[in-house]
T-cell receptor, first 110, second 119 residues
Framework: GIQVEQSPPDLILQEGANSTLRCNFS?????LQWFHQNPWGQLINLFY???GTKQNGRLSATTVATERYSLLYISSSQTTDSGVYFC????????????FGTGTKLQVIP | NAGVMQNPRHLVRRRGQEARLRCSPM?????VYWYRQLPEEGLKFMVY????????ESGMPKERFSAEFPKEGPSILRIQQVVRGDSAAYFC?????????????????FGPGTRLTVT
């Protein structure tokens, strides 16, 4: 099956700093989503981005499908950004079973 | 506009008991997926269902686990004779449709999860 790797595994930021999270995948995809799992365990949809670039407030994401990676940018980080960020991809098969990466654990300190 | 609903949010079972987890997809969504998250790990796919059909159960353990999505009512994930290793968070997701192509209809929306603890 498709392999999904995320980096870095852990990240500590000072409040206000910017960061880039990376997701590499091993095969063609037609579904790529970024999620934020907050400290209470809730999964929040950030972006549906199988290709191209999207922005939502302080967050933006870019997927370069031909090179099999996606990036999530967090600008002016806040303590509420803390949690685990997951990339999940669906391959080009007949349906949308998604495979999750192992996540990037982000801690934003005041 | 309710999102994906799961209940119960927390479930405690003794070894050997049965656990039933329920998932109501978002309105207008006919595809349901179950995932399991062990502590400190990512989510792992278990099963994909449409109404009255299991489409892919390749991630389900062969024994003790079953899932259904009846014509009426929520999807149910059932775990029989639970063991301590079943302790995990179980997430349900829904999408409007699955299969082929690529656009936002395939985006999955997740419920809050059910945290199962087996004592």
């Amino acid at each position: 099956g498709i392999q999904v790797e995320q980096s870095p595994p852990d990240l500590i930021l000072q409040e206000g700093a910017n960061s880039t999270l990376r997701c590499n995948f091993s095969d063609s995809v037609n579904n790529l989503q970024w999620f934020h799992q907050n400290p209470w365990g809730q999964l929040i949809n950030l972006f549906y981005i199988p290709s191209g670039t999207k922005q939502n407030g302080r967050l933006s994401a870019t997927t370069v499908a031909t090179e099999r990676y996606s990036l999530l940018y967090i600008s002016s980080s806040q303590t509420t950004d803390s949690g685990v960020y997951f990339c999940a991809v669906g391959d080009s098969g007949g349906y949308q079973k998604v495979t999750f990466g192992t996540g990037t654990k982000l801690q934003v300190i005041p | 506009n309710a999102g994906v609903m799961q209940n119960p949010r927390h479930l405690v079972r003794r070894r050997g008991q049965e656990a039933r987890l329920r998932c109501s997809p978002m309105k207008g969504h006919s595809h349901v997926y179950w995932y399991r998250q062990l502590p400190e790990e990512g989510l792992k796919f278990m099963v994909y269902l449409q109404k009255e059909n299991i489409i892919d159960e390749s991630g389900m353990p062969k024994e003790r686990f079953s899932a259904e999505f009846p014509k009426e009512g929520p999807s149910i994930l059932r775990i029989q004779q639970v063991v301590r290793g079943d302790s995990a968070a179980y997430f349900c997701a829904s999408s409007p449709r699955g299969g082929g192509g690529g656009s936002s209809p395939y985006e999955q929306y997740f419920g809050p999860g059910t945290r199962l603890t087996v004592t």
